[in-house]
């Protein structure tokens, strides 16, 4: 099981700036991910899937308990709650106002990080192997994907929605697939993304799930509806682009290089022939976005 740490922001205090050095040695030490208070209280949405996943320690300064209380309105499954004024009054000590830990302060952390580690028996960080593979029982093959250089662009009102011209093909749901090899990343095209605005949470298929060509294929919620990704093609999930559930709004920034998943195709061929290239496309979205 892994763990999520949820640290108190109140660097005002000695005590916040104890809370936010566990947070840090925790997530150095055993791996821990640290929550952004922030993120968590604005867009509860990034952190939907790994709260669910995941055990979480939560880390306060003082009595106030501002990250218990934040932790409070989700359903995160909370492992471990810290209170450091708590732990201060317990060794019968006293902690320096600084806000720069001294040797005392860090000290301090160092224990309550150990009794953590010890409480939740947490194992030390492991390093994953050079090339580690990511889908079961198979090898990650390296694949070339080039980010896409020319674009035809469609103007409609105020909006310009970019599609490349070459070397993705687009189902009618507005999913493109890159295909290198015997391998396709997909993920959603730029007119979708603008239809959905702002992106705050990205779930993306499970490694090794077989997807048949008009399967779902992971899912994308936006600040205004929730999109399932429709497949262009066919094929096993071999891999799952992280970096977009750690910053769903990249697919916004770039859409056509934050991709969703990629899959070691399995019937290319058929799929092809119900996909349109990008030109044929660009039509569509001029149709689409006049009927909006």
Known sequence: MSYLILACTGLDKSEGSVAREVAIRLAEEAGAEIVCPVVLNRTPARYKKKLADSLLIVVDGCASQCAGKLAATTKAKVADKVIVSDVVKRSEGALAPELRLGPDAL????????????????????????????????????????????????????????????????????????????????GISDYMQQRLTDITYVDPPKLGATIEQFDEVGTVESTKATFEVVSPVSGTVVRVNEAVQDVPESINESPYGAWIAELELSSWEEDRELLIDGPAYALEVERKAAED
């Open 107 to 186: 000290e301090l952390a160092r224990k309550i990080v150990e009794e953590i580690k010890a409480g939740q028996a947490v194992p030390p960080k492991q390093e994953p192997a050079a090339e580690e593979a990511q889908a079961p029982s198979q090898a990650l093959a390296k694949v070339e994907f080039e980010c896409p250089s020319d674009f035809t662009v469609v103007v409609h009102d105020k909006y310009e929605f970019r599609i490349p011209s070459t070397g993705y093909s687009f189902n009618a749901n507005d999913v493109w697939a890159q295909v290198a090899g015997t391998r396709a990343r997909v």
